[in-house]
C-alpha cells in the first residue's frame, strides 16, 4: 500500500507540472515564434527535388559527387581496404583526435599537396571538417590577425559557400571577376585589373586547380602573372584545393599552381580537402595550413590555429583521416589510390567528349568547345537561368540554374537524352551571354 500511494503521489506531481510548463515557459519562449524562415540551402534544395520527382527518364546533374557509370557512388577499393586494415588494427581506438588533429595525418596531407620534399619544418597545419571547416578556420585566422576591415576577394563566380563562410568568419567579402561568359572562357585581363585594384594586404581566395563551378583554370604562364601581382601588392595568398587529382588524374600536376606559389616565396595559406578525390564525403576529412617563414614562426602560428579551433569544435573526426593516413603511408594502396584516381578523372573527361558529341549529333550549331577545354567535376555550359528551368520543368534534369552541369551524373545511359534536352533549349539562342 505505501508504494501504490507514492505511486499515485509520483503521478499528480507529474500531471500538476504538465500543466504547469506550458504558462511559465510562454514568455521565454517567445523569441521563437519571431524567427523567420531560413532559405533553402539552393543545392540541396535542387537535390531534395530530384529525389521527389517521379519522371522515370529523371537526371541529377547538379551535386558534385561522384558516380561511376551505373549512376551509382563509388567507394574506391583503396578505402575499402584501409578500413579492413583499420578494423583489424588492434591498437586502435576511439579516443579523442588532439586539437590540431591526427599529426601523422596532417604530416602526410600536407606532403600530398605541398611535395613529397616540402620543408615541413614551415608548415603550420592543422586536421580540418573537410575543406568548408578549413575555410572556415582560415577565415578566422585572417580576420584575428589582419587589421579590421581587411577584405577577402573571391571569384565571380565561385562555390557559393564562399561567400558565407568568410562573412562569418568576420572578413570583408569582395569578388574580383574570373570568368568572361561572352567567351566562355577565362577573364585573366578583368583578373588582372581587380587584383591590382584591391587595397594592397588583401586576402586572394584562389581555386588550386579545377575551379568551381567554371572547370576553367589559368595556365601556368598565367599562373606566374598572378603570382608576381599578388607579391607587388603584397596581398595574401589562401588556396581552396578541393580536386587534387580529382582534376586531371595526376595529383602532382593538379598542384602546380600551389607549388609555384610555395616556390616563389608566398607565405600561403591552403584549404585542403579529401571529400572528392578520396571519395569521402561524409567522412569530412581536410587540412588547414599556412607556409610560414621559419620553425619558430611555425609554432606561433600552430598555437594560434588551436586556439581558434578549441571553441568552434575542440578536435576533429579520426576515421576519414585515418583511411587517408592508412593509404598514404603504405606504397602499394597509395599506387593504387593514384590509379583508381585517374579512373574517376577520365571517367568525367570521357563524359566531357562524348557530350560534346552527343550534342552535335542532335543538331546542335553551337560551338561547345569551351565544355572539353575545361576540367574537374563540372562543365559550366553558357546556359542561363531560364534555359535551366525548362531542363528541369519539361525534362526533369535537375541542374543549378548557373548552366553548371556536373559531368558526374551523366553515363551512356542517359547523356544522349541530356544531349538532346540541352540542344531543345539552347536551339536559336546564345550560349554566350552576359547574364549570371
Known sequence: MP??????????????????????????????????LGPPDAILGIAEAFKSCDDPKKVNVCVGAYRDESGRPWVLPSVKEAERRMIDDGDANKEYAPIAGDAAYVNLALKFAYGADADMGRIAGVQSLSGTGA????????????????????????????????????????????????????????????????????????HACAHNPTGCDPSLEQWRGVSDLIREKSHHVFF?????????????????????????????????????????????????????SS?????????????????MYSSPPIHGSSIVRTVLSDDGLTSQYYDECATMADRIQSMRAMLVTKLGEAGSTHDWSHITSQIGMFAFTGMDSDMCDRLTDEYSIFLTKDGRVSLAGLNDGNIEYVAGAIHAVTDGKSITSDSS
Open 135 to 206: 575555410c572556415r578556420v582560415g577565415g578566422k585566422f585572417f580576420a584575428n590577425f589582419l587589421p579590421e576591415g581587411t577584405r577577402i576577394y573571391i571569384p565571380t563566380p565561385t562555390w557559393g559557400n564562399h561567400i558565407a563562410i568568410f562573412r562569418e568568419a568576420g572578413l570583408d567579402v569582395q569578388r574580383y571577376r574570373y570568368y568572361d561568359r561572352s567567351t566562355n572562357g577565362l577573364d585573366y585581363d578583368g583578373m588582372m585589373e581587380d587584383l591590382k585594384d584591391a587595397p594592397e594586404g588583401s586576402v586572394i581566395l584562389l
Open 3 to 36: 508504494r501504490l500511494l507514492l505511486s499515485l503521489a509520483a503521478l499528480h506531481a507529474a500531471a500538476a507540472f504538465s500543466a504547469a510548463a506550458p504558462a511559465s515557459t510562454a514568455g521565454a519562449s517567445t523569441f521563437l515564434s519571431e524567427i523567420p
Open 240 to 292: 581552396d584545393s578541393a580536386y587534387q587529382g580529382f582534376a586531371s588524374g595526376d595529383a602532382e600536376k593538379d598542384a602546380s599552381a600551389l607549388r609555384l606559389f610555395v616556390d616563389e616565396g608566398h607565405n600561403v595559406a591552403l584549404a585542403q580537402s579529401f571529400a572528392k578525390n578520396f571519395g569521402l564525403y561524409g567522412e569530412r576529412t581536410g587540412t588547414f595550413s599556412v607556409v610560414t
Open 295 to 311: 620553425p619558430e614562426e611555425r609554432e606561433r602560428i600552430m598555437s594560434q590555429l588551436k586556439l581558434i579551433i578549441r571553441p
